[in-house]
């Protein structure tokens, strides 16, 4: 490479630098770099902070080509020939990788709450890269920090909350502290004042005890006198209730001696007015129930001796039917023992047929009676049958066997019976 001679322009619109370089013995004119301040605005969009947590920072820096020869010398090796828009995109890249490496490093409340410092950190880190190119940052400042996650909100609600807190803390103790100090103060008032009414009570009380003394001697004499006065008033009254009491015993005499002669005037009222109706009203009952007692005597006599004629002729009946009846038992009876066994059957023989009369009594309702048997011959052994246990039957009943009876004893004894 050839030697390099540096010019200034300084004319027209802006400032430029102007060099000449030789290239292999050839020198190249025309080609400049300004100098001028450049403004950039570097921005990192959802880095990760030391937390994890992604924010976007935007910045404001400014920047300028150095004037040093050996810096200026750098920068025209970097920049010369190129644009500002060139230049601009070269710086606020370097810018924004330094920003991006830092915002790695820090919190968000680092970075929210100190924006100068981080700054100034930014600045730090990244004029030592810029400068070899011929770079000057003239300053950086930190223009927005937000998120999408509201994380910078809720931080600063937790700020804002901690110092409401703080704030409210400060009011709690302040009144406290004012409320200790009155409280101070109006104990210091209540200890004088309570020693002021102390002595004033003492005065009161020695004012009132002397009062209380003067007023004792005072009543003492009052009630002496008041009590010597009511004492003589009793006496008086006492006299005057003993002449009411006289009075009253003269009035009660005469008010009994009446109320005799009311009782005397009233019996005979009464005696007049009720006593006598009421006993001429009882004999009378009295009479007419002795005239029905006494005929309901009479009639029961009446009754009584016509029964009794009844009775006796009546018995004289029965008397005279049982003497017949007697008589005729007792000739049965001499009858039945001349005769024995013969009588007692005669007497069985005489019951049969009402026996049998019983017995046949439903049968006599009854208008047809119809035997189903195949054979002629089974009718007559039924009948045959019910014969033979007549004897049976009557045995049971009487004793009488008639098995034992001959027909000519029975022959001889039913025309007698």
Known sequence: LGGCSLGCDRGG????????????????????????????????????TAEGVAITVT???QVKVMTENELLGYACEQFLGKSVVEIKSVILQTLEGHLRAILGTLTVEQIYQDRDKFASLVREVAAPDVGRMGIEILSFTIKDVYDKVEY???????????????????????????GIREAECKKEMMDVKFIADTKMADSKRELEMQKASFNQEVNTKKAEAQLAYELQAAKEQQKIRLEEIEIEVVQRKKQITIEEKEIDRTEKELIATVKRPAEAEAYKMQQLAEGQKMKKVLTAQAEAEKIRCIGEAEAASIEAVGKAEAEKMRLKAEAYQQYGEAAKTALVLDALPKIAGKVAAPLAKTNEIVILSGEGS???GEVNRLLAELPVSV?????VDLTKVTLDRLDWFLPHA
């Open 152 to 178: 910078l909100s809720s931080l600063g609600k937790t700020q804002t909350a901690a110092v409401q807190r703080d704030a409210d803390i400060g009011v709690a103790e302040a009144e406290r502290d004012a």
């Open 395 to 399: 045995n049971a009943l009487t004793g």
């Open 378 to 380: 089974r009718v007559t």
């Open 59 to 61: 910045g404001v820096a």
């Open 13 to 48: 619109s802006g400032n430029s630098l102007i060099k000449t370089k030789a290239v292999a013995g050839h020198e190249v004119k025309g080609k400049g770099i300004t100098l001028e301040i450049m403004t950039l605005q570097p921005k990192c969009e959802d880095v990760e």
